[in-house]
C-alpha cells in the first residue's frame, strides 16, 4: 500500500491514505488511533481527526506482513 491509494473500509467508505507505517507505535504517536475496522493480511488502517468532521488516514504494516 503506497500514500495515494483509496480503501474501502467498513467503517468510513472509501478513504485515501495519506500515510504509511511501519509500525503501529509510530503511527499512534503520531495521531491515528482511530479504526476503521479495515482487514487485509498485510494492513491495518486507522484515522485521525484533524478537524470538525475531517480526518486523514494511514496504512499500518502488520507484524510478520
Known sequence: MKKGDYVNTP???????TEVYESSEKA????????THYTDEL???RGKSIGLNRMIFAAIKKKGG
Open 11 to 17: 467503517r468510513f467508505c472509501k478513504v485515501m491514505i
Open 28 to 35: 499512534c504517536s503520531d495521531g491515528f488511533t482511530e479504526p
Open 43 to 45: 494492513w491495518h488502517v
